[in-house]
């Protein structure tokens, strides 16, 4: 619907009106087809336009969630994307980076109100922490950030997958 | 007339309601999605008066967003977040809409759509250029000239609009051009010459020549900001592209700040060609 168009209740589906009544004297409309007309309003409603900087999906795989335990060692705060590293061990306690990427850092505080020291949560403690990605389609240490899970419990989840509409 | 059963009444109760919520999301988002406007449709008057400078002309000064609804609090170290439970919506995206290039040029556009991830110069940290860049975020505006500020992925970039000038010949052709204004009643007139082939003017493999001509009209409505822009490209366009209109809300609660550096680093992993776009 575009902004700036009246809007209008048809007479009988105003709230509080004869409702259930009225309907009765439609038997004839297949719910079928209601639940379609619902299911366009709410497709209608809550599409948002394409927008992204980059091509997530040509670079991670949405399809796919890694988990990783680790160390924040830094974070790049930089455009197009931010940068968050980590020191991962793995089994036989010998470490390495792993590279966890996410959206720009205007869009990480005008829209979610996140800031570079909210991410870094108790930095200095080098604690570790859990974090979850979509991994980067080469195989590479290095993935988008889906979700953070800090020692206390506390997270941020950003969210579910790259092309999605958060992900944009 | 047939009785509903029970289940049937819960069932249509249900589906009635859902329809409703519906609705009414519609409507509270095409009432906050004033950003959003088509075909010169424009919201409703303004509530509050247009202030003015000493000369007459209508008072641009301030930081002028597309974003939906209040700020964003900030989040405390500690809190939780959950983008799916928060539906975060507070920057409007916009499609400026697609111009119409001469047959021989729907190829080319085609061709650099589809590469878009190897070769749109505003993935790779370039200046966005006019009018890729946008309305500008801030203005400062005196009566011989107006700054527009601009706090972008790719770097901030600033424009100096001199007031009843005419066009320097001493500079080189730039992203961002050589911008002159003039008042037009209540609208201030941008015409932008000198602009370099070297930007995409949106999304999607719109190239340009060096002989684009772009004017931008800005008009204050109380505290809205209509923008729209006019691109002439007589070298590949086979007419002017109005882009769809805009309107910019002031806001008090936000100030321009400088933009992190940009550093482009995901094209050595790129396995593919897919996108989702990158309208602006």
Redesign the interface.
């Known amino acids: 619907m575009r902004p700036g168009r009246k809007f209008t209740v048809a007479p009988g589906l105003a709230p509080g009106g004869p409702l259930l009544d009225n309907l009765g004297a439609y038997p004839e409309m297949p719910m079928k087809t209601i639940f379609a007309a619902l299911v366009a309003c709410f497709v209608t409603v809550f599409a948002l336009p394409a927008a992204a900087h980059h091509s997530l999906t040509a670079e991670f795989d949405p399809n796919s969630t890694v988990t990783v335990k680790g160390v924040m060692t830094s974070i790049e705060w930089i455009n197009p994307h931010i940068y968050i590293y980590f020191d991962v061990a793995d089994k036989d306690g010998k470490t390495s980076q792993y590279a966890v990427e996410t959206f720009p850092p205007n869009h990480m505080r005008s829209r979610y109100g996140l800031t570079k020291q909210v991410l870094s949560g108790d930095f200095d403690k080098k604690q570790t922490l859990v974090v979850e990605v979509n991994p980067a389609k080469n195989g590479k240490p290095l993935g988008w950030l889906t979700k953070i899970t800090y020692p206390d419990g506390h997270f941020i989840k950003l969210t579910a997958e790259p092309g999605s509409p958060e992900a944009r | 007339?047939?009785?509903?059963g029970m289940r049937s009444?819960v069932?249509?109760?249900a589906?009635?309601t859902?329809?409703?919520a519906?609705?009414s999301?519609?409507?509270v988002?095409?009432?906050a999605?004033?950003q959003?406007?088509?075909?010169g449709?424009?919201?409703a008057t303004a509530s509050v008066a247009t202030p003015r400078l000493a000369d007459g002309h209508p008072d641009l000064n301030g930081q002028w967003h597309h974003?939906i609804g209040p700020?964003?609090?900030?989040?405390?170290?500690?809190?939780?977040?959950?983008?799916?439970i928060?539906k975060?919506i507070?920057?409007a995206?916009?499609?400026p809409g697609r111009p119409v290039y001469k047959p021989e040029y729907v190829a080319k556009v085609k061709d650099l759509d589809e590469r878009?991830?190897q070769v749109d110069p505003a993935?790779y940290?370039q200046p966005p250029g006019v009018p890729r860049v946008g309305p500008p975020q801030k203005i400062v505006q005196t009566a011989k000239e107006l700054v527009f500020l601009y706090?972008d992925?790719?770097?901030n970039f600033f424009r100096v609009v001199r007031m009843n000038a005419q066009h320097r010949t001493d500079i080189e052709a730039s992203a961002h051009g050589d911008s002159i204004g003039r008042w037009e009643g209540e609208t201030l007139v941008v015409d932008v010459t000198n602009l370099d082939e070297t930007t995409w003017l949106s999304?999607n493999g719109l190239f340009h020549s060096d002989k684009t001509h772009v004017i931008e009209r800005l008009r204050r409505e109380g505290d809205t900001l209509h923008y729209d822009v006019t691109v002439e490209d007589p070298v590949v366009f086979a007419e002017p592209w109005k882009q769809r209109s805009r309107d910019l809300k002031l806001m008090k609660d936000?100030e321009i700040?400088e933009?992190?550096?940009?550093?482009?680093?995901?094209a050595s992993?790129?396995?593919?060609?897919?996108?989702?776009?990158?309208?602006?």
């Open positions: 007339m047939r009785r509903l009444r069932t249509t109760v589906v009635i859902a329809g409703i519906c609705l999301l519609a409507l988002r095409a009432q999605g004033a959003g406007k088509q075909d449709a424009r919201a974003r700020p964003v609090p900030q989040l405390k170290p500690g809190q939780s977040y959950d983008a799916a928060a975060p507070g920057i995206q916009f499609n878009q991830v993935w940290c706090d992925l790719n770097g999304d936000y700040e933009a992190p550096y940009c550093s482009e680093r995901d992993h790129l396995q593919d060609l897919s996108h989702h776009g990158n309208l602006r």
